[in-house]
């Protein structure tokens, strides 16, 4: 499996972007391309926080630094600090626009897709709706199968519409996803989906101090297997 490296010479910034949704919506994003990049992804926040949010700062920073370039950007009702999630068909026309933007940006990097909670299940629905044009694959950092103590599986059943291949990257305690409905899941979707286990983590990645580990130790080793799966994607082109 082809591992994307770790880079040291990273050229730390994030650059402004406005991406078009409809002629009447735009967004903000946040570009963050090292000279190094092998791959970009299109980064979705969750439900509770915008693209400014910690995590996903953290997320963008590193995974520069493993030479993945990332288009972080805002879901309308982030963009005018709403509470509210927008209607899934503006979501899905969100991370759409998001994609496409990605893609003018560096047409020449292979382009990944995904998000935080929320938006990577938008990410997903959108790919199941209409194939993201170039998206070679769906990321999931924690996969919001069900909302805490009450397991279901219906919000995945759009990912058997997915043609692509899926990394689903989830703490062993996350309330979002008992494992006993994720690890079926996950080999019911076939060869296409990855699902990668992060001991003792919760839907944030966190870890509790009995672990002995951090969580930004937790964040490096997600954002590695990340950059891992991504270069074996690429590897297998």
């Known amino acids: 499996m082809k591992r994307i490296a770790r880079h040291t010479n990273r050229v730390a910034s994030a650059v402004p972007q406005t991406i078009f949704v409809t002629e009447a919506i735009s967004v903000s994003g946040l570009w963050q391309c090292a000279p190094e990049s092998k791959a970009s992804l299109v980064l979705?926040?969750?439900?509770?926080?915008?693209?400014?949010?910690?995590?996903?700062?953290?997320?963008?920073?590193?995974?520069?630094?493993?030479?993945?370039?990332?288009?972080?950007?805002?879901?309308?009702?982030?963009?005018?600090?709403?509470?509210?999630?927008?209607?899934p068909a503006l979501c899905h026309a969100t991370v759409r626009a998001a994609a496409g933007a990605a893609l003018q940006l560096a047409p020449l990097l292979?382009?990944?897709?995904?998000?935080?909670?929320?938006?990577?299940?938008?990410?997903?629905?959108?790919?199941?709706?209409?194939?993201?044009?170039?998206?070679?694959g769906v990321v999931f950092l924690g996969f919001p199968l069900h909302p805490p103590k009450q397991p279901s599986e219906a919000r995945a059943e759009h990912l058997f519409k997915v043609g692509i291949p899926l990394l689903f990257l989830q703490g062993t305690h996350d309330a979002f996803a008992e494992l006993s409905l994720l690890q079926p899941l996950a080999t019911r979707l076939g060869?296409?989906?990855?699902?990668?286990?992060?001991?003792?983590?919760?839907?944030?990645?966190?870890?509790?101090?009995?672990?002995?580990?951090?969580?930004?130790?937790?964040?490096?080793a997600v954002l590695s297997a990340l950059a891992s799966w991504i270069g074996s994607i690429i590897a297998g082109d």
């Open 110 to 136: 292979p382009l990944f897709a995904g998000g935080k909670s929320f938006g990577g299940r938008m990410t997903s629905q959108a790919q199941a709706a209409s194939p993201l044009a170039e998206v070679r």
């Open 191 to 220: 060869e296409r989906a990855t699902l990668t286990l992060f001991q003792d983590a919760d839907h944030s990645f966190h870890v509790p101090a009995r672990t002995g580990r951090t969580d930004a130790q937790v964040q490096t």
């Open 44 to 87: 979705a926040h969750g439900a509770g926080a915008g693209m400014h949010h910690p995590f996903l700062a953290g997320v963008a920073n590193e995974l520069e630094g493993l030479g993945v370039a990332t288009l972080r950007y805002q879901f309308p009702y982030a963009e005018h600090h709403g509470k509210r999630p927008d209607p």
